[in-house]
């Protein structure tokens, strides 16, 4: 069993700023990457951040430069800083977990930007 537990979403204006939290427990052994992926409505879900095992990290091209991923392998945490945001990063936000047995998702933490 894993279970990824997300928090940090809300509601806040455009420019603001949010922290999203994942934290995953259970049978996470040999995690090899962690990430955040959004779904806005009538849209598909999409990368946003991912950080392997190694800390080597990757954006999806609209959010590079505003949010940042980070890890804390002792607490088996990934967060998601962001900066700067936009009416169209409003979404549910999602935190994926990929294992050597297959991967996981959280049930989502909605963000809302909105003036």
């Known amino acids: 069993q894993v279970q990824l537990v997300e928090s940090g979403g809300g509601l806040v204006q455009p420019g603001g700023s949010l922290r999203l939290s994942c934290a995953a427990s259970?049978?996470?052994?040999?995690?090899?990457?962690m990430g955040w992926y959004r779904q806005a409505p009538g849209k598909q879900r999409e990368l946003v951040a991912t950080?392997?095992?190694?800390?080597?990290?990757n954006y999806a091209d609209s959010v590079k430069g505003r949010f940042t991923i980070s890890r804390d392998s002792a607490k088996n945490t990934v967060y998601l800083q962001m900066n700067s945001l936009k009416l169209d990063d409003t979404a549910v936000y999602y935190c994926?977990?990929?294992?050597?047995?297959?991967?996981?998702w959280g049930q989502g933490t909605q963000v809302t930007v909105s003036s």
């Open positions: 259970g049978s996470i052994f040999g995690i090899y990457a």
């Open positions: 994926k977990i990929t294992l050597p047995r297959g991967y996981y």
């Open positions: 950080v392997t095992s190694g800390d080597s990290t």
